[in-house]
């Protein structure tokens, strides 16, 4: 069966209030296999797990629709699917806010598929951002959420103490971002994006056995600063030689990092990396980059430069120009730079560069957690190396 949700809605608007009323109201029925008692799963999270939908349908049984604008409740008994058309809906309506929402979908009984993605619990449906459609916001809790994120993050395969490792960290920059969105006491749709701009989860089916009893055994486990502050726990696939700190690549001063050696990375991933940009490209980036421009004219030369350098320093004719690797990334983009560990060099028509690594750099080094693993490090020790300013505390 098919239906279109939002066909002859009247849209009006809601407060925050009202909507925030509705949702604490709301009871769930529990996630299994989790244990019923909610205190056990952490806070309730919002992921979003779609974005900007001209038109999609969820599928399930016994499906439970609410349509929040025109406050109609909808059962829908047996398999079932239900179609939103969501651009026409949105060019039809007047005076609809972003992050408005629209509906709500349940399935009691089991799971709600969407695309190829089976979620369990409730899917929320809000207007998108410059309504370019709907933006489908997984609500969930902070122990499923970690579960299903393990093998997305790292690989279901590797040690336990390296996934343990894995699941204190990204609780803690899942709950630290749902602190600082509480704090803000502002209207929101979602708590973490799931993406690389956050950190990519799963759904249910990317929860097995192993990834549920590691959460399990490190539930409620979060990485503070000893003065009891959470703060994010950033990750990154590999570093290549070196970690970064947040003030060094994003000019941040999040709290407990410490630059860290790393040679742990080197025997796992892909081994280096090389890409190649023209002379005039870089040219015209040093140009670009000067605070005071000036005009500058002549042959490009690069100082001879280390992997381990936060900067590389260029002559052009006389003038010497000093650039941090972390804007090259930016400008240049994570395709061309996949890390900030690397050296370079002028060929006749090109400039060349050779890396290592892969990700920003900032905090835990995945695969040198991998290795540590496999040497027998256990995962408080892992943290410790990677976090050294910051301690693990159980907060639930
Ligand atoms: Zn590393």
Redesign the pocket.
């Known amino acids: 069966m098919e239906e279109s949700v939002f066909k002859n809605l009247r849209f009006r608007t809601i407060t925050f209030l009202i909507y925030l009323i509705f949702d604490l109201s709301n009871s769930f029925s529990a996630y299994t296999p989790f244990p019923k008692s909610k205190s056990t799963l952490g806070p309730s999270l919002r992921i979003r797990v779609e974005k900007n939908l001209p038109k999609f349908s969820v599928s399930g049984i016994d499906l439970k629709r609410t349509l929040h604008l025109s406050k109609n409740k909808a059962l829908f008994g047996g398999q079932k699917k239900i179609v939103f058309n969501c651009k026409k809906a949105l060019k039809s309506s007047q005076g609809l806010d972003r992050k408005t929402l629209l509906a709500s979908i349940e399935s009691p009984t089991g799971f709600i598929s969407l695309m190829r993605d089976r979620y369990q619990g409730r899917l929320l449906v809000f207007s998108s951002f410059r309504k370019k459609g709907c933006d489908v916001v997984h609500d969930t809790f902070m122990e499923s959420y970690i579960s299903s994120l393990l093998a997305k993050e790292m690989n279901e395969s590797w040690p336990s103490e390296a996934l343990k490792a894995q699941a204190v960290a990204a609780r803690t920059y899942a709950y630290a971002l749902w602190v600082q969105k509480i704090k803000r006491k502002k209207r929101y749709s979602f708590h973490l994006d799931s993406s690389e701009f956050h950190q990519v989860s799963g759904d249910f089916f990317d929860i097995t056995n192993k990834t549920f009893n590691l959460t399990r055994s490190t539930r409620g486990m979060v990485l503070m600063t000893k003065g009891g502050k959470i703060v994010p726990a950033f990750y990154h696939a590999?570093?290549?030689g070196r970690t970064l700190t947040p003030k060094t690549v994003w000019g941040d001063y999040t709290k407990g990092y410490k630059s860290k050696k790393?040679s742990?990375?080197h025997s796992h991933g892909k081994k280096s990396w090389s890409s190649k940009v023209s002379k005039e490209r870089i040219i015209s980036f040093i140009k670009g980059n000067q605070k005071r421009k000036k005009k500058v004219k002549g042959t490009l030369r690069l100082v001879p430069n280390n992997y381990e350098d936060l900067s590389m320093r260029y002559y052009i004719g006389d003038d010497l120009f000093v650039v941090d690797k972390v804007s090259l990334r930016k400008a240049f983009g994570r395709k061309i730079l996949p890390s900030h560990y690397f050296q370079g060099k002028v060929t006749k028509k090109n400039f060349l560069f050779k890396g290592r690594g892969r990700g920003h750099g900032v905090g835990m080094?995945q695969?040198?957690a991998l290795h540590l693993a496999q040497k027998g490090w256990n995962y408080k020790k892992i943290l410790r190396y990677y976090y050294p300013n910051l301690v693990i505390r159980t907060i639930y």
Request: glycine fraction near 22%; aromatic fraction near 12%.
């Open positions: 590999k570093c290549g790393c742990f990375c080094c695969l040198g």
